[in-house]
């Protein structure tokens, strides 16, 4: 498992009750989530499209850690899915120096 330690870089909040921030916050709650999770989870017909959002557009990318992974499509061929996740320690780092983000959190995995 890798570690990091997170660095306060300048990432900024999606809009509340939008498909990112119900992803982000799902990711800050300490899920592990796929893309077929994520489309599952809030619906998403376009979940790689948003995680880019949360990548690149909301400056997510220091944090956010992601494996492929093979799997068995939905129609029983063998494929690969990303999984995507923040490290625990940058967790408890971000929600201790930005108390946004537990408002944040709250407001969006209702």
């Known amino acids: 498992m890798s570690t990091s330690i997170a660095i306060p870089f300048r990432y900024k909040l999606p809009e509340s009750n939008s498909y990112a921030a ?21 619906d998403c017909p376009h979940a790689a499209a ?3 959002k949360i990548r690149v557009k909301y400056n997510w990318q220091p944090y956010l850690k992601q494996k492929s992974r093979t799997t068995t499509s939905g129609v029983g061929t063998s494929t690969y899915e990303y999984v995507y996740w923040f490290e625990p320690t940058d967790i408890i780092i971000l ?14 995995l209702k």
């Not at 929600?95 to 969006?108: E, G, I, W």
């Open 50 to 52: 948003v995680m880019s």
């Open 95 to 108: 929600k201790a120096n930005d108390p946004r983000l537990q408002k944040f959190m709250d407001y969006n």
């Open 22 to 42: 119900k992803i982000l916050a799902k990711l800050l709650s300490g899920a592990h989530i796929t893309n077929a999770e994520m489309m599952d989870y809030i």
